[in-house]
């Protein structure tokens, strides 16, 4: 490569210089209209005051940066309503701020997804699959059988709406087994999001046990990754919704 085109190339990435300005300026002009119009539409009037001004300082060219670093547009969301979830709680400081933004600036849209789907199931827990009917013959005899519970029909329905809202495409009888052990959400079993949880350990937003031949109700000796939502996840569920609605 010519030294004259390395010159070009580097000054393209300075903002409008070099012979690709104006198609910079213009790309940036983009994304900051989509940023604003983000901003305007998570985060309400009044959010920032309840902090000083050094912190109001600090969270804006912290919000700036994610911007100028051409954050996606769902990560971008995620960190205004992480703004007005704190200060909704509260909890809004500069260092609160970059601490879960930090976070979400690197999450991928299917991990977002996937969180989204984890929350939701911690929320509403599976209830009784089965309940029991019992049928009085005209011998005397009764016969019994098992039946989906109304409650578990009720719930899957919508589970089944939430999932397919998330676009995930796979199965949904697949993503069911989830249990809430101890005050902990964990997931057991088959596993379809397994791939995407390993990822999800770099966040500390998850733990991972591994249950011991002992411990693994299915008797077949072999480990079972157990992921468990982290204090730090159970923090930041507080003030973010992770759902994006994926039709728009």
């Not at 769902?74 to 909704?88: A, E, M, P, V």
């Not at 697949?174 to 959400?185: E, I, M, Q, T």
Request: glycine fraction near 6%.
């Amino acid at each position: 490569m010519k030294k004259e085109n390395i010159v070009d190339l580097i000054t393209a990435f300075i903002p409008y210089s070099g012979a690709g300005g104006a198609v910079l300026k213009a790309y940036w002009q983009k994304q900051l209209n989509e940023k604003m119009e983000i901003t305007l539409s998570e985060i309400r009037q009044g959010a920032l005051d309840k902090i000083h001004i050094d912190d109001q300082i600090s969270i804006s060219y912290r919000i700036a940066r994610s911007i100028s670093e051409g954050i996606a547009n769902h990560n971008f969301r995620l960190i205004c309503r992480l703004l007005q979830g704190l200060s909704d709680n509260d909890k809004l400081t500069a260092n609160t701020f970059a601490r879960f933004a930090s976070i979400l600036d690197t999450l991928t849209e299917d991990e977002i997804k996937v969180i989204a789907y984890d929350i939701w199931m911690y929320k509403n827990p599976k209830p009784k699959i089965s309940k029991e009917i019992r049928t009085k013959m005209n011998n005397g005899s009764t016969i019994v059988r098992w039946e989906e519970s109304d409650e578990y029909d009720d719930w899957k329905m919508k589970a089944t709406t939430f999932i397919d809202a998330l676009k995930i495409s796979i199965d949904t009888n697949a993503l069911f087994d989830r249990l809430v052990s101890g005050g902990k959400y964990i997931i057991k079993g088959d596993n379809p999001f397994s791939t995407i949880h390993y990822s999800l350990l770099r966040t500390g937003l998850y733990s991972l046990e591994i249950l011991t031949r002992q411990q693994n109700a299915a008797g077949d000796g072999k480990g079972v990754a157990v992921f468990n939502f982290s204090p730090l996840m159970l923090e930041l569920m507080d003030y973010v919704d992770f759902y994006l609605n994926y039709d728009s």
